[in-house]
């Protein structure tokens, strides 16, 4: 009887311990995306100040030596 018991405890031990190493994967998952999220909104703001700059540049009519 001890084997059988053995088993079963082990068994929801694993179930256990693949519960927090799941849950710790969909947290670091949430924080990846918010970083990705930040990152293109940078990203997306330095193009427009990109394009503003060069629409500054061509409306001057200066040239870069």
């Known amino acids: 009887?001890?084997?059988?018991?053995?088993?079963?405890?082990?068994g929801f031990l694993g179930i256990?311990?693949?519960?927090?190493?799941?849950?710790k994967v969909f947290?670091?998952?949430r924080?990846?995306?918010r970083q990705v999220a930040r990152t293109t909104e940078r990203?997306?703001?330095?193009?427009e100040d990109l394009e503003r700059a060069a629409?500054?540049?061509a409306r001057t009519g200066e040239t870069l030596r």
């Open 16 to 23: 256990a311990v693949l519960g927090v190493l799941g849950i």
């Open 43 to 47: 990203i997306h703001q330095a193009a």
């Open 1 to 10: 009887m001890f084997w059988p018991m053995l088993a079963v405890a082990l």
């Open 55 to 57: 629409t500054d540049l």
């Open 27 to 29: 947290v670091e998952a």
């Open 31 to 33: 924080r990846l995306g």
